[in-house]
Nanobody, 124 residues
Framework: QVQLQESGGGMVQAGGSLRLSCAASTRTFRRYAMGWFRQAPGKEREFVATINWSGDTTNYADSVKGRFTISRDNAESTVYLQMDSLKPEDTAVYYC?????????????????WGQGTQVTVSS
């Protein structure tokens, strides 16, 4: 089963930027759609962004549309989440996920593997 390792989280002021990375330990990375989810304290895990196997189809939650960008490098088996214009409400643990599907997926139950998460804290 594919293993995922996130990095790039941290603390930033409102209006700032962070770039999350997620490295996958698989030789078949191209067979996976990838996604980012987040979970804030006391809240359920929510969808953030997803990308299909080739990178030409993406989908975003309304709350991050226009501020976040998901991308992938299949040669490096890595997916990224560029987060700009960060807001305090973006504070959460961010999880990378892999779905054994070529199509982008927006629902948590459609994913087969999850990373351990990385903390993002945005101060006002």
């Amino acid at each position: 089963q594919v293993q995922l390792q996130e990095s790039g989280g941290g603390m930033v002021q409102a209006g700032g930027s962070l770039r999350l990375s997620c490295a996958a330990s698989t030789r078949t990375f191209r067979r996976y759609a990838m996604g980012w989810f987040r979970q804030a304290p006391g809240k359920e895990r929510e969808f953030v962004a997803t990308i299909n196997w080739s990178g030409d189809t993406t989908n975003y939650a309304d709350s991050v549309k226009g501020r976040f960008t998901i991308s992938r490098d299949n040669a490096e088996s890595t997916v990224y989440l560029q987060m700009d214009s960060l807001k305090p409400e973006d504070t959460a643990v961010y999880y990378c996920a892999a779905s054994y599907s070529t199509s982008a997926r927006a629902r948590a139950y459609e994913y087969d593997a999850w990373g351990q998460g990385t903390q993002v804290t945005v101060s006002s």
